[in-house]
């Protein structure tokens, strides 16, 4: 005769559940189980991520510490290449070439003395487009998220010189800006857009915010649209102005949709290629990506190692955005204190089940009702109508 005890729920003091039951499964369990199947669904994305990202880079890391083929400056001789160590790196930075009698300054005009010109010629359009295309998206964004009549057409016209492509857009302006072109009709001066080297930057400048802003207006206003409009005339009811409102409401609310759209500018500045490369403009105008594609045709390895730099570069910039400025750019959204991904869940995620009776408010919903009460009210209610 087994004595052996069970809990009024048919669960064994052990946890166990009785023979023929559904095993009881926690919520940290389901939640385990949940990040696992969730893993393995992606697990094939992330095998094509790292054979289509991965293997490049670390290809063209092993690339940057090895000798192009050629001659040997030392020798005279054709050397097949071989280790280069960080010399390929120092021929940028340190703008070292290799000749018969070792390494010395790269002379000018050389592909190696060009490295901190093109530096500053990258972070100079980054520096003054990034700033120009966010104010006007921003304000592009504040007048296609109005309700006004003809806004369909207005953002079709704000968003056109988005869709038109890069080369294309540098075509057009490098006739707009030619010396016998309308901007020098209209400015009244002969101004060589193409060949003096500020001229040119500024005409870069120009040509990438005119086809730059309405991405970032774009971004901008999906931003914007998320902002509920009972807030606004929350706003307005307690007597709040138009400049409070945007500094207080629009702006801080906006801040995640605007900080992702400033990176992805940031980045894509980094590495503009088409439009100097095709507008002109020649060394003043040559940015890392010019410089990698000249480096291509004349030794690989070394053009992996300015990629390699470039590379780190732009990945510290990505970091510092996500790390210190909140750029939100996988949604989530998760507060300070919160579990893990894929770890346990904290006593604040756990979902917890509200109780039947916690009080007057509960009880006259939950609490079972006594039937002579019941009646004694129906008696009530019949008397006080007669």
């Not at 540098?170 to 010396?179: G, Q, T």
């Not at 606004?232 to 605007?258: C, H, K, M, N, Q």
């Not at 290629?273 to 390895?301: C, E, H, K």
Request: aromatic content about 12%.
């Amino acid at each position: 005769m087994s004595t052996s005890a069970k809990t009024p729920g048919g669960v064994r003091p052990g946890g166990a559940p009785r023979r023929g039951e559904p095993e009881r499964i926690g919520l940290q369990d389901m939640h385990r189980r949940q990040v696992r199947n969730a893993w393995l669904l992606i697990a094939p994305t992330l095998f094509l991520l790292v054979v289509v990202i991965g293997y490049p880079i670390v290809n063209a890391v092993i690339m940057s510490l090895q000798k192009d083929p050629g001659l040997d400056p030392a020798t005279g001789f054709f050397a097949d290449g071989g280790f280069a160590g960080i010399s390929n790196y120092s021929h940028w930075l340190l703008q070292q070439c290799s000749s018969a009698s070792g390494n010395v300054p790269c002379p000018p005009g050389s592909l190696g003395s060009q490295f901190w010109p093109s530096t500053f010629t990258t972070l100079f359009f980054t520096v003054v487009t990034v700033p120009l295309e966010t104010v006007l998206g921003f304000w592009f964004a504040i007048i296609m998220n109005r309700a006004f009549k003809g806004r369909g057409m207005v953002r079709t016209a704000i968003l056109v010189p988005w869709a038109i492509p890069t080369a294309v857009t540098a075509k057009l302006w490098y006739f707009l800006f030619a010396v016998a072109g309308i901007i020098n009709v209209l400015l009244g001066k002969q101004i060589l857009w193409t060949s003096d080297a500020w001229a040119s930057r500024f005409a870069i400048v120009v040509i990438d915010t005119w086809k730059a802003t309405p991405f970032m207006a774009l971004l901008i206003l999906a931003g914007l649209q998320l902002i509920s409009e009972d807030v606004y005339e929350a706003a307005r009811v307690d007597g709040a102005s138009t400049w409070r409102i945007f500094w207080s409401i629009t702006i801080p609310l906006v801040r995640p949709a605007l900080i992702v759209a400033v990176l992805f500018r940031i980045l894509d500045v980094l590495r503009i290629y088409d439009l100097p490369a095709i507008f002109g403009g020649g060394n003043a105008t040559a940015t890392w990506s010019i410089l990698v594609v000249q480096q291509m045709r004349q030794g690989p390895n070394v053009a992996s190692a300015l990629s390699t730099i470039v590379f780190l570069f732009i990945f510290f910039i990505a970091f510092i955005f996500v790390r210190f400025l909140g750029a939100d750019l996988l949604g989530r959204g998760r507060q300070k204190g919160r579990g893990k991904p894929g770890g346990p869940l904290t006593e604040e995620e756990v979902p917890k089940e509200p109780p039947l009776i916690s009080g007057p408010a509960h009880s006259a919903t939950f609490a079972p009702k006594d039937p002579r009460a019941e009646s004694q009210g129906h008696e009530r209610q019949k008397a006080g109508v007669k």
